[in-house]
């Protein structure tokens, strides 16, 4: 029998962590008929979470848990639990009931008949998210095909299923802020998608609101690609070839008709115009320069208050 480490970043899920914990079991159980341990890290929940967590842990030790020392976001949290894992196969999921425990059998039976699949992502039928996460989505996929070269009809998600040997490569990543869908694209080209019926939110509201969504897009864009400079790049090279043509035609209209320029209004929006583009380029730059300095400081990607995680 494999063992299957099961990974869940917790953040405000009291309501949540004992079904989620029910279903898992019996899945394994019932269905799979395999071992599973499942590592649930809190991630500065200002709830009850953390307490439910130990109850838990206290019912079945094949439960591991961890307290991060505050709130550093869902990919550090699956990094601190991928640090701890035993397993051969790694499962990733939410805390909120949207990923259900049911679908998990469809991707293991994959992966076990797919020996020449690294990773599989489940992918969504039925979305049960906001229009504006829907959008936000679709946006940020199309950017990372574009960045990273990756297939356009592969679907990432947060609810995967991974071989032991690429956590452990996610593991020794020392890069800010790091991504996990993008360290996987990095890693493996063998990543297929399996669908799943994705379930609506029985509490609470998503943390990823459009600003958080907004944040992480133009972190990835700054980080993965340099297109942002080469657009401003090519937008000052044709602003220059097009200030040469006309140069050359008013020279021409005034020692030829003796028409002199006139339109200071115009010339003053003209100006203002690319004032503006000369600051959008600086802070461009600057966000680049904010990132370097982001990766040399080498901060913790997490920091563990406690854990029990012993057997």
């Avoid at 898992?24 to 709830?47: A, C, H, N, Q």
């Avoid at 601190?80 to 035993?86: D, E, P, Q, R």
């Avoid at 799943?196 to 907004?214: E, P, W």
Wanted: aromatic share 10%; charged share 25%.
């Amino acid at each position: 029998m494999s063992l299957y480490s099961v990974v869940v970043p917790v953040y405000n899920s009291e309501h949540t962590l004992g079904e989620l914990y029910t279903r898992l079991e019996k899945v394994f159980r019932e269905t799979l008929k395999e071992d599973f341990e499942l590592i649930l890290v809190d991630d500065g929940s200002k709830d009850r979470s953390y307490e439910i967590m130990t109850e838990l842990r206290e019912k079945d030790h094949r439960v591991r848990i961890i307290q991060m020392a505050r709130n550093f976001g869902q990919h550090p949290a699956l990094l601190c639990g991928f640090a701890h894992v035993k397993g051969e196969f790694v499962v990733t999921m939410d805390d909120d009931l949207q990923h259900q425990p049911e679908e998990l059998p469809k991707m293991v039976r994959t992966m076990q008949e797919r020996p020449d699949v690294d990773v599989i992502i489940a992918s969504y039928e039925g979305r049960k998210h906001g229009p504006i996460r829907k959008l936000g989505t679709k946006f940020s996929v199309w950017a990372t095909s574009k960045m990273l070269g990756k297939d356009p009809d592969l679907q990432i998600t947060s609810y995967r299923l991974i071989r032991r040997f690429l956590v452990d490569a996610m593991v020794k990543t020392n890069t800010y802020l790091p991504q996990i869908g993008n360290l996987l694209i990095r890693s493996s080209n063998r990543i297929i998608n399996v669908p799943i019926q994705h379930a609506d939110r029985a509490y609470g509201k998503s943390g990823y609101s459009f600003k958080r969504l907004l944040k992480d897009l133009i972190y990835d864009i700054t980080t993965h690609t340099a297109f942002p400079l080469l657009l401003v790049r090519n937008i000052g090279i044709v602003s220059f070839l097009i200030s040469v043509v006309l140069s050359v035609c008013y020279l021409v209209r005034y020692f030829t008709l003796g028409i002199s320029v006139q339109g200071w209004t115009s010339l003053m929006l003209v100006m203002l115009a690319f004032f503006g583009l000369i600051l959008l380029s600086i802070g461009i730059m600057g966000i680049y320069l904010m990132n370097i300095l982001n990766e040399a400081k080498k901060m913790p990607h997490y920091v563990i208050r406690r854990e029990d995680t012993d057997e």
